[in-house]
């Protein structure tokens, strides 16, 4: 929605007054002042875009622009659901101190004289720094396969069009991909290991009617800080809100209960309630036995499901897709179960042990997947629960039946809880509370891990893969973890030499920036080439800096699962300085590295005519939930995807539970046959029989202490030695490191990262309020003020990430996490929906005191 209109001096006089208000503080100030100063006419118009960090919100913005400068940014109110109105929160609108701030970067430049931080930028000419770019790319490629070359990018939600275009240089050129989803640790890996699927959730529109939502370690009043009037409009509905943390957040302080509950204990609590929901029969039969695998038979012999095709006398249900499985289940009789269709007789056998004769002639001893599971629970009782959480007997008790007597029940899964090495484990505990009980596929029922902008919403591949192409992708953990005897995932030839990232600020935000900061030291990696608008502590480290544009100053496609709209950004203003949108920088390396490539990239055209065909392509070809929409229609304003569930609503698994089609749905972009071979039955899956599971006991949900097989069995002297727990939670003042600079943001937290500490510790430790700390274990350490909170866990502490080094004393607070990676992580590899996920919270830690405040 573009509009411009002439305004006299005292028109504008007027229109600003509500804009200063908004620009009371910082540079804003400055630059209203000067529009202010003659009496010129002046050229207002108001630009409707889309706020699009990291953060998931993907808020409407709409952009005041005066003479070709934006005076302010105001939320917007226009979604076609009033209950999303208004949408924008502060960073958003104080993005206009980064857009003119002093980080914002003013041309390309190339490092002289050293590297990493030894070596001095020099500012070249976009000629000058492309063609060097290019040169060196095609050497290390000759040198070392260009494979070699590594492509680091944030998630696709954000923007399909200009990452599309790194993407698609990067399939043209053979480049090596890492896909941002594990990177961030933002791959609950549950959800392929159940549900066979990348991730699922309900809209907050949703929320409202929960009557039990369980939040496990989420901050929604933060971290979905613009959809969480939704949380409280369903208690305002009757609705109960409970929370389970070790830290007394701001989520815990709206909540009806919470429950401090001990760090990454959260799978002993929900296996208890799992014990309780089972034992006293609360589970929902006929749904657990049409959707889930649990009336499938498991083979005691050896631990695998029973496959039809092994048994003696029973036919195979035709029509089957290769990459499903036939498995057996009883009801008098064994029965094949058809993987294409979701049925199941009623009758058939959750409990007991049968003997089937197999085709060879051996007979074998076989249980229901549900009777092993319920021997399984046995351990979790309440006084098991109450040991391993800290939550009371009687609390596990009443929790218990109140999850599976009050519905819907939605739980809320968060990132910092997953993001722990038996975080899969955690999740899968997790789903079997929602799956016994059949809360899923209604309206506000399901278990939902929002986790950044992650899911991709429509077909984009024409316009990031061209012709075609494979890309290749190599998780980014092995890269610094080196690989391991379990992995699936192809390693380039001679690793890594080269990377070229956007969107992303990995010598801070990436696990062990430490280690990324020593590859450039050692020249272990060659060549590091930054695309970002601001000077980041990854720009400082790179050999080449492209200045990239912020999102208003282009066009862009957007589409969150959050609350699920298709969003333009419009360009509100020309970019700024010697800046380039990110289409044509890479459309002018393409045309360098092979003059072939550049006709992918619409040449001839500028970046906002070459933008919008790339929409055009990826609307006319984007599938189902984009059919019918158009770039007109998107210039006008959010456009609600198609999502095929009544009312339009996001519900996950409609189409299953409704429906009756096996899991999984597709995750987009990959094939289902990818996905589909996840979940071989069709099904729900708590039961998973591929070696490395049955190997580390963890065929089904089970709970495993946190550091046990992470921290203690790479350091075993660490045990004792590092007793805090090392929680790197997401700050209100940042999306992850951005924003780490914006002078309003700054203030409201008085310039000072912090250390969250309980005050007994702090007591034990020395430690005063203000007292400035170092948290700190073998590998690393950070700095920061301490802040005595008796909210925080005994032997937590609590730092939110996301501090850009030169605020932390030249560290970096990802020194001290560690690339784990678990091996039920490496069974498959598809990137982005089954590789290894990163655990930031499986970290140990110390603190002492090293100054006054
Ligand atoms: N303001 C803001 N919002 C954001 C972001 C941002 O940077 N800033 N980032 C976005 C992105 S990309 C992400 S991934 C999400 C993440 O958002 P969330 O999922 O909300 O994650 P966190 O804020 O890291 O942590 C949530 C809570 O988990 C708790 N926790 C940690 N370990 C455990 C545990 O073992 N068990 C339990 N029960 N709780 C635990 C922490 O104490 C914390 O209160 O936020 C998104 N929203
Ligand atoms: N220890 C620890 N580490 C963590 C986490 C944690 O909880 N603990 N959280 C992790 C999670 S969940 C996530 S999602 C990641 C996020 O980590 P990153 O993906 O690195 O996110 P940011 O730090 O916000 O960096 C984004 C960069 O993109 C730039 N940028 C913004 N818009 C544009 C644009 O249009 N073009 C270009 N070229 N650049 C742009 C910004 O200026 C910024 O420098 O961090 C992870 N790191
Ligand atoms: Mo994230």
């Given amino acids: 929605m573009k509009y411009k209109v002439k305004l006299t001096r005292r028109q504008f006089l007027k229109g600003t ?131 070699s070359i590594g492509v680091s990018f944030q998630v696709g939600g954000t923007g399909y069009v200009h990452k599309g275009a790194m993407v698609a240089l990067a399939t043209l050129a053979g480049w090596t991909l890492h896909h941002a989803y594990d990177l961030n640790g933002d791959l609950p890996m549950f959800w392929p290991q159940t549900f066979g699927v990348q991730t699922e959730e309900l809209e907050p529109l949703e929320w409202v009617n929960s009557r039990y939502t369980a939040i496990f370690g989420s901050n929604v009043m933060v971290t979905r800080l613009i959809d969480s009037d939704l949380l409280l409009e ?72 029973l496959k039809a095709a092994d048994v003696a006398g029973l036919a195979l249900p035709a029509g089957v897709s290769p990459y499903r499985d036939v498995f057996v289940a009883y009801n008098g009789k064994f029965l094949a179960v058809n993987p294409e269709k979701l049925e199941m ?87 079997l509370i929602v799956v016994l009980t059949g809360n899923l596929g209604k309206p506000g029922a399901g278990i939902s891990t929002y986790a950044g902008q992650y899911r991709i919403r429509l077909k984009v591949n024409k316009w990031w893969f061209p012709e075609g192409k494979k890309a290749k992708w190599y998780p980014w953990l092995y890269i610094l973890h080196g690989p391991t005897e379990n992995m699936v995932a192809p390693k380039p030839k001679n690793g890594i030499k080269a990377l070229i990232f956007g969107w992303h600020n990995p010598f801070d935000q990436h696990n062990m920036a430490n280690r990324l900061r020593e590859m450039v030291e050692k020249g272990e990696l060659e060549f590091v080439v930054a695309i970002d608008f601001q000077n980041s502590t990854s720009c400082q480290w790179s050999d080449v800096v492209l200045p990239g544009v912020t999102w208003y100053e282009k066009t862009e496609l957007t589409a969150t699962p959050v609350h699920p709209y298709l969003q333009l950004q419009q360009p509100a203003i020309k970019p700024l300085y010697n800046c380039k949108p990110e289409l044509w920088i890479f459309r002018e390396l393409a045309k360098r590295i092979n003059p072939e490539f550049e006709k992918h990239f619409f040449p001839g055209l500028d970046p906002d005519k070459a933008a919008e065909k790339a929409i055009e392509l990826m609307l006319a070809t984007g599938g189902p939930t984009v059919a019918g929409i158009t770039l007109e229609q998107l210039k006008k304003g959010p456009v609600r995807l198609k999502l095929g569930t009544p009312g339009n609503r996001q519900i996950m698994f409609y189409e299953q539970i409704v429906e009756k089609k096996p899991f999984p749905p597709e995750s987009l972009p990959v094939p289902l046959e990818k996905t589909a071979q996840f979940v071989k039955s069709g099904r729900i899956e708590f039961y998973k029989d591929e070696d490395i599971f049955l190997k580390l006991g963890e065929q089904l949900p089970v709970y495993k202490p946190p550091f046990e097989e992470s921290e203690y069995a790479l350091d075993p002297s660490s045990k004792g030695k590092y007793q805090f727990a090392f929680i790197t939670r997401n700050s209100l003042y940042r999306v992850h490191s951005t924003h780490s600079n914006n002078i309003w943001m700054e203030e409201l937290h008085n310039n000072k990262p912090k250390v969250f500490l309980n005050p007994k510790d702090a007591e034990t430790k020395g430690i ?55 091996p039920t992580h490496e069974v498959y590899f598809v990137p982005g929906v089954w590789s290894p996920n990163t655990a930031w919270n499986e970290c140990l830690c110390d603190v002492r005191k090293v100054g006054e405040s």
């Fill in 234 to 305: 369903s208690k305002k509905r009757g609705g109960k809100v409970v929370v389970f943390d070790p830290n007394y957040s701001p989520t815990a302080a709206k909540a009806d209960e919470f429950y401090r509950i001990k760090v990454s204990s959260d799978a002993a609590l929900a296996l208890g309630i799992a014990r309780i929901i089972v034992e006293e029969k609360l589970y929902d039969e006929p749904f657990i036995k049409t959707y889930t695998d649990l009336p499938l038979l498991v083979r005691l012999d050896n631990g695998k499901r």
């Fill in 17 to 147: 007054a509500a804009a200063g208000v908004l620009l009371g503080a910082g540079g804003g100030r400055v630059l209203v002042k000067k529009a202010l100063a003659d009496n010129r006419a002046r050229e207002v118009k108001f630009v409707r875009t889309t706020c699009s960090p990291n953060c998931t919100s993907a808020c409407g913005i709409k952009a005041m622009v005066v003479d070709g400068q934006i005076k302010a940014l105001f939320p917007t109110n226009d979604y076609p659901d009033p209950e999303y109105n208004p949408r924008g929160c502060l960073r958003g609108i104080s993005f206009i101190n980064l857009i003119y701030g002093p980080d914002r970067l003013k041309g390309p430049r190339i490092k002289e004289g050293g590297r990493g931080l030894k070596g001095k930028f020099r500012d070249v000419s976009w000629e000058e720094a492309l063609d060097y770019t290019a040169r060196r790319l095609k050497e290390i490629a000759e040198k070392y396969g260009p494979e």
């Fill in 345 to 431: 007789p009623l009758d058939v056998a959750l409990e007991g042990e049968y003997t089937v004769t197999l085709k060879n002639g051996q007979t074998v001893k076989v249980k229901p997947i549900f009777q092993l599971l319920k021997e399984s629970l046995k351990v979790y009782t309440p006084e098991f629960v109450e040991r391993e959480t800290g939550v009371k007997a009687e609390d596990v008790v009443k929790i218990a039946r109140e999850m599976a007597t009050i519905k819907p029940l939605h739980i809320i899964y968060g990132a910092s809880n997953y993001q722990w090495y038996h975080g899969d484990l955690k999740g899968r505990a997790l789903a």
């Fill in 768 to 822: 005063k309020e203000g007292d400035l700390v170092e948290v700190y274990n073998s590998r690393g350490k950070v700095k920061g003020y301490a802040v005595l909170d008796p909210g925080i866990g005994e032997k937590v502490i609590v730092f939110e990430q996301g501090w850009w080094s030169r605020y932390l004393k030249e560290t970096s607070y990802n020194s001290l996490t560690y690339p784990f990676i678990k």
